[in-house]
Every structure is written in C-alpha cells, then in structure tokens.
C-alpha cells in the first residue's frame, strides 16, 4: 500500500511562478525523499532529508518536514516549463530498505 | 554512463508467455530493488536484494515472479504465464544501504 499522499494531484502554473507541493504520510520514517518522472520516463531522485531535519535546500528547490505533522512539502522557486513533470515523495520507513510513494503531484508549467 | 539500465525498455506479450527483464545497477552499490508502476500510480514495491541474497518480497509478488541477483551484480525479475493485470512498468533502483536510491528507465510491459 502506497503511505505518502500528495497535495494537490495537479498544479498548473506560469513559468517563473514557484510551486508548492505538499505530501502527508501516515507512519514514522527515517527520511522523505522527492522524485521527478517525466512522461513515461525513470525516477529521478530530487532530495532527502532525513527524520531529525526540517528543511533542506537544494538550488530552487526547498524541502521541509513536519514530523510532528507527518508531512512534508516541496516548494521549486521560479519555476521553468523544463520543470514539467510528476513528483512524488517517497518514505523510508526501515533504513535503506523498501521506498512508500505517493501517487504524486503533475505539475504543468506553461511558458 | 554509470546509472542503472534496464533490458529491454518495451515488452510486448501475449498472455500466458513468460518474459523476463534484466537490471543492471550502479557497479558500486550493493542494493538493488523492484518496483512496479502502473498508470496515474506511483512505484510500488516488490523485492530487493543486498549483495545476492533476497531479503524482502512484497505481497503484490505473487508466486509467478520470480527475481534473481547472482553474483551480486545484475539482477533479473521472470514474469510467468503472464495476465493482462501484469502490464504496468517496472523500475529497477540501486543504492548504498542508507542512501538515496537511483532509478534506472524502466521496462514497459503490456500483455494482449
């Protein structure tokens, strides 16, 4: 079963706009991780931040975590159309073993 | 390139062949895994190995798929008799024990 939930399913921006995304998840971990797959593409892996932290930035991304709220939210600042694409968040739950994704969050970006 | 591959990218099948697919990882790393993703869904798990040994198998992995890492190097996940229900992608990833795990492209199976 699927742990993580993003929020919203899809987001429609303009190009430099920044986008927000948000995924709750439903037992305790020891990091989130955020992906990006492009139409009928891999997984590209995005961040992680671990369990003892509560925000990480990455170039325009910033990623924050709750875990007194088991959640999480993924913010990708002036945003391109090259940022086209679906992102899930990702739970790991045992330490390197299995990954829990979400359904993800199709994120359009029109020039 | 140094990323994770997947053999072949597409797989079309009639149901009730049998196909297999084939993984191979970032040299270095030690884990492999299998994930499933079908439409509108995101990736979900089906087994992993560390090094050679088959350490964890989802419930989705009924006893028609069977995966394999000899050596502790590539791996390959079999698929018999195959359903229609069996069409989906399936993503492979490698990774160090507690680091993040990279994507190889996938293989798109559909089963007519």
């Known amino acids: 079963s699927q742990q993580g939930e993003e929020d919203p399913q899809a987001l429609s921006i303009q190009e430099g706009e920044n986008a927000t995304m948000n995924c709750s998840y439903k037992?305790?971990?020891?990091?989130l991780q955020w992906y990006r797959q492009n139409s009928g593409r891999g997984l590209v892996h995005l961040i992680l931040?671990?369990?003892?932290?509560r925000e990480k930035h990455s170039g325009r991304l910033r990623v924050t975590l709750d875990t007194s709220k088991k959640s999480s939210s993924l913010l990708i600042t002036a945003s391109r159309a090259a940022d086209t694409a679906s992102y899930f968040c990702?739970?790991?739950?045992?330490?390197?073993?299995?990954?829990?994704f979400g359904k993800g969050t199709s994120l359009l970006v029109t020039p | 390139d140094t990323g994770v591959s997947q053999n072949p990218r597409h797989k079309i099948t009639k149901r009730g062949q049998n196909v297999t697919f084939r993984c191979d990882p970032i040299s270095e790393h030690n884990r492999l895994y299998w994930y499933r993703q079908t439409l509108g869904q995101g990736p979900e798990f089906l087994t992993y190995?560390?090094?050679?040994?088959?350490?964890?198998k989802s419930r989705l992995l009924s006893d028609r798929f069977s995966a394999e890492r000899p050596k502790g190097s590539f791996s390959t996940l079999e698929i018999q008799r195959t359903e229609q229900g069996d069409s989906a992608m399936y993503l492979c990833a490698s990774s160090f024990p507690t680091g993040e795990q990279y994507f190889g492209p996938g293989t798109r199976l559909t089963v007519t």
């Open positions: 990702a739970t790991d739950v045992d330490s390197g073993y299995a990954l829990n």
């Open positions: 190995f560390q090094n050679e040994a088959q350490l964890e």
């Open positions: 037992t305790s971990i020891n990091n």
């Open positions: 931040i671990r369990s003892n932290e």
